[in-house]
């Protein structure tokens, strides 16, 4: 290797470290700045007088704007590059977590909270951005570490309602709007493409047909919805399922459901390089057995110690499967393509956390169990499993040419 040669690579590993970093950062804070309003969620229920459902909706509304905006922000991604939606993105971002610092009405709150989903968005905007700076042998690990920004929710359950109590309701709003704009700045003056980075040139719509036309985005959107949204529906679910099958105090309650997100968010980046040393599809197959004897397990209302155990490997295994599905999809699509197909991937992935919840709270409304509800989680599980081994295993993630759909 010669001097000048040894410099370039000195170089890209550089720019492949500070990619990352921002990345990563910059996926935590405006997650932080996607979860403010759950955590404030009583308080507002008390303040305005809403009624349950009323507060479930105020809840729902950015997760389901951050899942659906994936898709647009991952094709503005291949259009304009990571830095730059990155940057805007964040700074867009702050509009509507300074108007919520203000808001005072159930309305106010609705509509900020609809604009505050555009953060949770940026998701599409980091794996493509990341993505082209590793080579296919390093994506599955460096997206897994990228992955692990999701703890921004996991921040803003401890934080916001700690900042909000201590120093007034507002504050958390204006730290994140603080943050907001330190990472915009930062990707402006630090962040820059991969060298070779290709733009892609077609239409939106276009590219979002094609991206969804192809049999390895749909199979991994479906495997995405099960990982990631039994990730967002336990962390959400789990509270009320301890308290309810085992008493727990409130604070016990949600102290083991932050130790399954976290553990599952440092699951990630071990999935992502596990699937680099031995493929995707393995690593995939094996998380997805462990969840269903986990689910099963689970479901029969061991003793608390065996609960415990039970829902924290299943949180490992979704932890691992998250980054395994994203080391596929770095392999399996041409790399002017990833934005839109991780667009796609993972706003069924965030919606895939819907319907879990729904589900187990009208089979324990008509039952009094959650036993079915985690059975059905276990059957469902064990199906994708089946698929996973004997289809997507063999058929491999090879990267898919120009003419095969993008």
Request: aromatic letters at 12%.
């Amino acid at each position: 290797m010669t001097v000048g040669s040894a410099a370039v690579q000195e170089t890209h590993r550089g720019g492949r470290a500070v990619a990352l970093v921002l990345a990563t950062a910059g996926f935590a804070v405006n997650f932080w700045a996607w979860a403010l309003l759950s955590p404030l969620s009583a308080t507002y229920k008390e303040l305005l007088g809403l009624t349950p459902f009323e507060a479930s909706v105020l809840v729902a509304i950015p997760v389901i704007v951050g899942s659906l905006g994936r898709i647009v922000l991952g094709a503005l991604t291949d259009r304009y590059g990571g830095r730059l939606m990155f940057a805007v993105a964040s700074m867009l971002g702050v509009v509507p977590v300074v108007f919520l610092a203000f808001a005072g009405s159930y309305p106010a709150l609705l509509a900020g909270g609809f604009v505050l989903g555009l953060t949770g968005a940026t998701f599409a905007i980091g794996v493509p951005f990341v993505n082209a700076w590793f080579p296919p042998e390093r994506r599955g690990l460096a997206l897994g570490v990228f992955g692990m920004g999701n703890i921004g929710t996991a921040i803003s359950g401890f934080a916001t309602p700690w900042l909000a109590d201590r120093f007034g309701r507002p504050v958390p709003f204006f730290v994140v709007a603080v943050a907001l704009v330190v990472v915009g700045l930062a990707f402006l003056a630090f962040g820059r493409e991969a060298p070779g980075t290709r733009r892609a040139t077609e239409p939106f719509l276009t590219r979002f047909l094609a991206a969804g036309r192809l049999r390895v985005t749909r199979e991994l959107a479906a495997m995405y919805a099960l990982t990631f949204g039994g990730f967002v529906a336990f962390g959400a679910y789990l509270p009320l399922y301890l308290k309810a099958v085992y008493g727990l105090s409130t604070a016990g309650a949600a102290a083991r459901a932050a130790g399954f997100v976290v553990l599952a968010t440092l699951a990630r980046p071990v999935g992502g390089w596990l699937a680099d040393r031995f493929g995707g599809e393995i690593v995939l197959s094996g998380a997805l057995a462990v969840a269903v004897v986990c689910a099963v397990a689970v479901s029969f209302a061991p003793p608390m110690p065996l609960a415990t155990a039970g829902f924290l490997a299943m949180a490992a295994s979704l932890g691992l499967g998250n980054g395994a599905i994203f080391a596929l999809l770095g392999r399996a699509v041409p790399a002017h393509a990833i934005g839109s197909a991780t667009g796609v991937v993972g706003a069924v992935g965030g919606l895939g956390g819907f319907l879990p919840p729904i589900v187990m709270g009208l089979i324990y409304q008509a039952t009094g169990s959650y036993a079915i509800g985690l059975m059905l989680l276990a059957a469902v599980a064990a199906a994708a499993l089946v698929y996973c081994w004997f289809v997507l295993r063999p058929s491999g993630t090879a990267p898919l040419t120009q003419g095969e759909g993008i």
